[in-house]
């Protein structure tokens, strides 16, 4: 584990403990002090005056130095000012008190390598930290042979084993936490991102449309200024008419409701086809179109048109519509060698396809032009 991963892990589990002022947290780690009775009582019963009352001081300084952990290092690990040498150091200082007690404490003074062992769980990394541990253990285990008067039960070691033990389930689950946490921040922003490009398609799709519209019939409506007054009168008028469905639709993008009617794309498409001056064979019925079916042809039918009246040089568009396929073709020059759908508009187009299980199809028309068929159900 890297050393700023460490730092996460320790700042998790002082949470987890609740280590900040006012927090039951203190108590919870507090509770594990009571196994320090043993060299509590073995200090009362084997030391008397000047020797009794250091013994119980450096007993409170080792107590002290681990429920000081909890707050102390919680906070540093947050200002990432816990260096390695620091965490040693701090490792030092309750070796070296637990090391003070064994001359008043005796051998109940190796309680305190259990204290030692769990705070090493969770400061340094875990491969220092179990070469640490083992260190301890080892330790333990030779004092407890070859120092005169104590005796080998084998309980300090076991207890010095499952403390770290303990702490080290605690950290890995902390680290799992952590890692979940990040993954769905991850998402979130990819979430974020996903609509982001969902709503860019839709207004591209939305106003790529409704300005094509606008931009032939203001170029008609310039051209029959001096032939026909009335007529280019009428052209502008149409002009401020669909830019107020454009703004309109925006609105309705922003809001989130997207959803196309198929019977006024239809509607949309002979209006913006006849300005173009291209002739229109559209249907005049779509019963036999399910429902689900329709806000789909519906983008079909304002990509379709709108890429007719943009690129085709067309004469004649013809759409034609069955309960699960609808076709946009035109008399034109075609699609661009090559090219296939890469326009942003078919790219979204595809996309809403996919997401219908329907099939997209770009190529040329019979007899020669350009043809835009989706087909649901493949």
Not at 125 to 133: G, K
Not at 262 to 291: C, F, H, N, Y
Not at 344 to 372: I, K, M, T
Request: charged share 20%; proline share 3%.
């Amino acid at each position: 584990m890297k050393s700023n991963d460490s730092l996460r892990v320790l700042d998790g589990m002082a949470d987890r403990v609740g280590a900040g002022p006012g927090r039951w947290g203190w108590l919870a780690a507090g509770i594990w002090l009571f196994y320090l009775a043993q060299p509590l009582q073995s200090i009362a019963e084997r030391q008397h005056g000047v020797v009794q009352v250091l013994g119980f001081l450096n007993l409170a300084l080792f107590a002290a130095s681990y429920l000081g952990f909890f707050g102390l290092l919680r906070r540093m690990a947050r200002q990432h000012l816990l260096a390695r040498w620091q965490r040693v150091g701090y490792l030092g200082l309750m070796l070296a008190l637990c090391l003070l007690m064994v001359p008043t404490a005796g051998q109940t003074a190796l309680t305190g390598l259990v204290y030692i062992g769990s705070v090493a769980m969770m400061l340094l990394d875990l491969r220092a930290s179990f070469a640490f541990v083992a260190l301890l253990l080892l330790g333990a285990e030779v004092s407890m042979r070859v120092v005169p008067g104590w005796t080998d039960d084998g309980s300090y070691g076991f207890a010095i084993f499952l403390g770290a033990l303990a702490v080290y389930g605690m950290r890995r689950a902390i680290q799992r936490s952590i890692e979940l946490s990040a993954t769905r921040k991850d998402m979130a922003e990819l979430a974020v991102q996903e609509e982001r490009n969902r709503f860019a398609r839709d207004l591209h799709d939305i106003l790529g449309h409704s300005l094509t519209v606008i931009t032939v019939k203001a170029e008609l409506a310039g051209k029959l200024i001096a032939a026909n007054p009335e007529r280019a009168a009428s052209e502008v008028a149409d002009v401020e008419s669909l830019a107020r469905a454009a703004l309109a639709d925006v609105r309705a993008a922003v809001a989130g409701y997207r959803e196309l009617s198929l019977a006024g794309e239809l509607v949309s498409a002979r209006t913006a086809l006849q300005a173009a001056e291209i002739k229109a064979d559209l249907p005049t019925t779509m019963d036999e179109v399910p429902e689900e079916n329709r806000e789909l042809f519906a983008w079909v039918v304002r990509e379709g048109v709108t890429n007719v009246v943009r690129h085709s040089g067309a004469k004649r568009c013809t759409i034609k519509i069955t309960a699960n396929q609808i076709e946009v073709l035109d008399d034109g020059k075609g699609p661009t060698p090559g090219g296939g759908a890469s326009g942003h508009g078919l790219v979204g187009l595809r996309e809403r396809a996919d997401q219908a299980n329907a099939g997209l199809q770009v190529g040329q028309a019979p007899g020669g032009g350009f043809r835009l068929a989706v087909k649901v159900g493949l």
